[in-house]
């Protein structure tokens, strides 16, 4: 009777540890995620950049989309020719002065603002600059704008796959650069 006792005993006892270890498999995969495996990236994830211009501390929180592929510029539904486009992706995208900052006369007080761009098929493109803050990317209110300001448009020499934008000294002040594409437009600024 001792050692059918010990063999149950043991059976059981194998029994739960079995039952654990599938249940704690189970338990690591959710979400469709591996335990110990890579969480898949997101398409557009976000990204952030804070430089000092002209005495100016300057920071830009955006979505970074990926071209993948696609036709972007009269492309893609919400970036057809004519249309204000978000400037990134999901959130909007957010620029922050400590200064103000002075676009060809218009002038930009110390802040936190949306941007979002003006795309034209002519390259007569304009970064708006919003009020607005905290609203996803698609709730673009122009009734918000502060200011819109003439873009340069070029072509780059080659294809930027994730989109970027860059805020670095430029002249007497500074500019903003957005790369996407095979694109690039760019708003020289003087810090007041």
Not at 72 to 77: I, V
Not at 100 to 106: E, M, N, R, T, Y
Not at 179 to 190: N, Q, R
């Amino acid at each position: 009777m001792t050692i059918s006792r010990s063999l149950l005993r043991g059976a059981t006892a194998f029994a739960a540890v079995s039952l654990l270890s599938v249940s704690a498999a189970a338990q690591g995969s959710m979400g469709g995620m591996q335990m110990g495996g890579a969480q898949k990236a997101p398409a557009s994830p976000r990204d952030s950049l804070k430089t000092t211009v002209a005495g100016s501390e300057i920071s830009v929180n955006y979505g970074r989309p990926s071209k993948r592929g696609r036709v972007l510029f009269n492309g893609l539904g919400d970036m057809k020719w004519g249309m204000v486009w978000r400037t990134g992706a999901n959130e909007a995208t957010h620029f922050t002065t400590s200064k103000a900052l002075d676009f060809g006369g218009k002038l930009v007080p110390a802040g936190t603002y949306t941007l979002w761009t003006k795309i034209e098929e002519n390259g007569k493109w304009e970064l708006i600059i919003n009020k607005q803050t905290k609203q996803w990317g698609t709730a673009y209110d122009a009734k918000q704008d502060l200011l819109r300001v003439p873009l340069m448009v070029t072509s780059n020499n080659a294809v930027v796959e994730k989109m970027e934008i860059q805020v670095k000294p430029a002249g007497k002040g500074g500019e903003i650069a957005i790369m996407w594409d095979t694109y690039k437009a760019v708003a020289g600024f003087v810090v007041k």
